[in-house]
């Protein structure tokens, strides 16, 4: 791929912050933002300028290093250096707590850190970098992996509708729903891509219109309510989404919208396939009714991305970040680990 998008983030040469490109800048704009403190790391999660499931664990990882680093010149001993490192972590998961990536990616990096408790702080803290990177390297293997099962989902001359942004810059590299459409492109593979804007922060719009355009893959974009009618013309062939967390019977929680994308696909006996690493199912929790979604901010619908607001700026708003598609929807849950068929029981 030739673009800049392959690795949204990555750490300075001086392990000192993350380099993230601002995802809120895009497309008019890339420009990377240098993240250091924990209140920078915090807000570039909830503020969306790092976003995507697994960019946001890879983050995470770096994130822990980055303060480890800090902690361990600041603490008097191991027990303050790792309460300090916790009390960190709590925090920057609740920054996006609908994200099973991100406490998965700080459970990990803390286990880390509790594994090597017994060695200098040197150690422990080199050992924390070896694993951010790992975990950083194992996204990039496992996105490729998923793009290949996606792959064979997919016939040359095929329209795939998609929502959101589930491309290299939620992932590093290929991405996972996007995977097997940039894969595909790469071999000379005739794809149309119908990309749903994806309403209020435009992650379709911006960012995989972006990717799939700079990718020279034939690329549509359509207002999410178009979504019906270029369906019923016979335009697609399969819905390809990601997910910010699947539940153990496949119930799975997207980008407010996919829902509804998942229900016309149904009525229109269109394949409906969701993307993510096995990183993204949280195994503890049984299905959609147990997860929690967050709201947002009403001036996202009202005056982001426009230059006057759209709407009346007293007008009260429900901004849900997500929603749950049920499993008797989804044809298909593609992981690194193969395509999984309902019925769903991921352990
Ligand atoms: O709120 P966002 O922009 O982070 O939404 C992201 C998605 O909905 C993605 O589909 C999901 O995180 C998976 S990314 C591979």
Redesign the pocket.
């Known amino acids: 791929m030739k673009y800049e998008v392959n690795d949204p983030v990555r750490l300075t040469d001086d392990g000192r912050a993350i380099l993230a490109i601002d995802q809120t800048l895009l497309p008019g704009r890339v420009a990377y933002i240098r993240l250091e403190t924990p209140e920078q790391m915090f807000d570039a999660i909830k503020l969306?300028q790092v976003?995507?499931?697994?960019c946001i664990g890879i983050f995470a990882a770096y994130a822990m290093f980055i303060e480890a680093k800090v902690f361990a010149q600041v603490s008097s001993d191991k027990e303050h250096f790792y309460q300090q490192l916790h009390k960190f972590a709590k925090y920057l998961s609740a920054a996006m707590p609908s994200a099973v990536d991100l406490s998965w990616a700080l459970k990990r990096m803390e286990r880390t850190a509790a594994n090597n408790m017994r060695r200098s702080f040197d150690t422990i803290v080199e050992a924390m970098r070896r694993e951010a990177v790992q975990i950083h390297e194992q996204n990039i293997q496992t996105c490729f992996t998923i793009a290949n099962y996606g792959l064979t989902l997919i016939n040359d001359g095929d329209g795939i509708m998609t929502y959101?942004?589930?491309g290299a810059l939620?992932?590093s590299r290929y991405?996972?729903?996007l995977g097997p459409i940039l894969l595909g492109a790469e071999k000379g593979m005739d794809i149309k891509a119908y990309v749903c804007e994806t309403r209020p922060?435009l992650?379709g719009s911006r960012l995989t219109a972006y990717e799939l355009v700079n990718a020279g893959v034939d690329t549509t974009l359509i207002c999410d309510n178009m979504a019906a009618q270029v369906m019923k013309e016979g335009r697609i062939k399969a819905c390809f989404?990601?997910?910010?967390r699947v539940a153990k019977n496949g119930d799975t929680a997207?980008?407010v919208g996919t829902y509804g994308l998942a229900i016309l696909a149904r009525t229109f006996r269109i394949p409906f396939y969701v993307f993510?690493p096995t990183t993204t199912i949280d195994v503890r929790c049984d299905d959609g009714s147990k997860m929690t979604v967050t709201e947002r901010d009403g001036d996202e619908i009202k005056t982001e991305y426009f230059k006057s607001p759209v709407a009346p700026l007293e007008v009260k708003c429900y901004n849900p970040?997500l929603d749950i598609t049920p499993a008797r929807l989804i044809t298909a849950i593609i992981t690194e680990d193969g395509i999984n068929y309902p019925p769903f029981d991921f352990n």
């Open positions: 969306l976003r995507g499931a697994p959101c942004n589930a939620a992932t991405g996972t729903g922060m992650q989404v990601g997910a910010d997207n980008k993510c970040s």
